[in-house]
């Protein structure tokens, strides 16, 4: 890894446009992330007057030239996301459970075969679960037993010639160093040495390894990974020229018709999972918050009619924001649906505030209803409007001019979809509701007209 690093580093930093490079192998037991010296991570910062598409495909070149290695090219954002939802970097993951690593193997590459037939999957990988020489020991339990030795006192022996044994602490000028019992490193490494390890014995004495167990190098996986009481392993892939979701369709659709071992079953997990438990979750919220809003107004207006009225505008001042992520690509993400969110309670709040003020007009102002009370009161409720739009839009622009940038993933989205609302909500608050009103708001609030006590 050491070697693969440093060549690596060497051609990254040739690519126009690289302003630098770092990176680290493997990381400490007490990290964020414990893994072996076969992971590496390299941090590659570009300049912002260069061509990001054009620098990233060539970075990706220059990743790809190096077989047999596992890869993924991505911001640090993106990385981090992924890391949270699923544990990897992939955007799509089918994670497969069961007992016998060995059948788990082979289930994994039949779900990756079928995946590979879908249209769209790109950077399909199989988690790497390679098996590496590892010594065995095995008691031999009735030799022990003639020895007077117990299972622990073998194992504790063996223990500590090969991985070490802490024996105690040793402070000085105030920093603390273990103790540790280890074997030399020769005698680690050569079979006939271990099974030639004395083991002392209760009584006195000694006795080799090899009187009381077996010992022997066997193939063992280089790791395994459990989950909810289970052994599991991932397959994982990521879309290309097609949208995130309906791959993720077709995948569920099609492993699910594969026939799985008693005891083993799939599970479906990455981005677009937890897109969709996000979906849903926020739509039921919406909906409680949206039948909240109603019992509000109904309160505040007393009108069943005025009611209905404002809350049937609203959705029409979302189109601005699904003409605005048609124009951005399509792509429906969670940042979109908040900023969807977000520009139905700014059309809410200024529908109400126009309203509000027809009524105030009326009921304390005295004016007669009618196309006068109509356009004064779209008139003094110009500038409130506009300055709630205004200041939002001028805040978001600069997002929205800048492009889906690294780093803007969530925020883009966000500002697309809350600008292009704003535009709509704006139209509807200003031509469409004042007709509205003058259509369906005479009965209401001629009763409000009653004298009031």
């Known amino acids: 890894m050491d070697r693969i690093t440093i060549k690596a580093s060497r051609e990254l930093r040739a690519i126009p446009g690289v302003r630098n490079f770092g990176s680290h192998i493997g990381r400490a037991q007490v990290a964020d992330e414990v893994v072996g010296p076969n992971f590496t991570e390299l941090w590659i910062s570009i300049d912002e007057d260069v061509d990001y598409d054009e620098t990233l495909a060539r970075i990706q070149e220059v990743v790809d030239s190096y077989p047999g290695l596992y890869r993924d090219v991505l911001t640090y954002l993106r990385e981090r996301v992924k890391e949270v939802l699923s544990g990897t970097s992939s955007s799509i993951v089918v ?7 060995d059948r788990l193997r082979t289930q994994a590459h039949e779900v990756a075969a079928v995946m590979g037939n879908i249209e769209g999957v790109n950077n399909l990988k199989v988690e790497p679960q390679v098996l590496v020489p590892q010594v065995d020991v095995r008691l031999k339990p009735l030799a022990a037993e003639r020895f007077g030795l117990t299972p622990g006192q073998v194992r ?12 105690g602490e040793v402070y000085e000028n105030q920093m603390k160093m273990d103790v540790t019992v280890w074997g030399t490193e020769a005698s680690r490494t050569d079979l006939e040495a271990l099974h030639e390890l004395r083991i002392d014995l209760p009584n006195g004495g000694q006795v080799p390894l090899k009187d009381v167990a077996e010992v022997g190098i066997v193939p063992s996986p280089n790791e395994v ?24 369709r077709d995948i569920e659709a099609a492993v699910r ?15 677009f999972a937890t897109l969709q438990a996000s979906q849903n979750r926020l739509l039921l919220l919406g909906a409680l918050s949206l039948v909240g809003i109603l019992l509000i107004l109904y309160i505040d207006f007393q009108s069943a009619r005025l009611t209905l009225m404002v809350c049937l505008t609203i959705p029409f ?10 124009l951005a690509g399509g792509i429906l993400s ?8 977000t520009v139905l309670g700014i059309a ?7 309203v509000s003020h027809y009524r105030h007009l009326q009921v304390e102002e005295g004016m007669p209803f009618g196309l006068d009370l109509v356009v004064r009161g779209a008139e003094e409720r110009l500038a409130p409007i506009l300055m709630t739009v205004l200041t939002t839009s001028l805040a978001l622009l600069p997002l929205v001019i800048s492009g889906n940038k690294p780093g803007h993933e969530i925020e883009y989205p966000l500002a697309v979809v809350i600008v292009g609302g704003l535009v709509t909500s704006t139209i509807l608050n200003l031509f469409l509701l004042p007709p509205l009103y003058l259509l369906w708001g ?6 409000s007209e009653e004298p009031m006590q």
């Open 257 to 271: 018709k594969m026939p799985f071992d008693r005891g083993y079953h799939p599970e479906f997990l990455g981005e």
């Open 317 to 326: 001042a979302l189109i601005g924001g699904v003409v605005a992520v048609s």
């Open 156 to 167: 504790r022996a063996v223990t500590t010639l090969l991985r070490g044994t802490k024996v």
């Open 348 to 354: 809410a709040r200024n529908g109400i505030m126009l």
């Open 334 to 341: 969670l940042g979109s649906l908040v900023g969807f969110i």
């Open 442 to 447: 005479r009965t209401d609030l001629n009763l």
């Open 95 to 101: 994670r497969i459970y069961g007992a016998d690593l």
């Open 225 to 248: 990974k459990r989950e909810s009481g289970s052994r599991r392993i991932d397959v994982t892939c990521d879309a290309k020229g097609r949208d995130l979701g309906s791959v993720a």
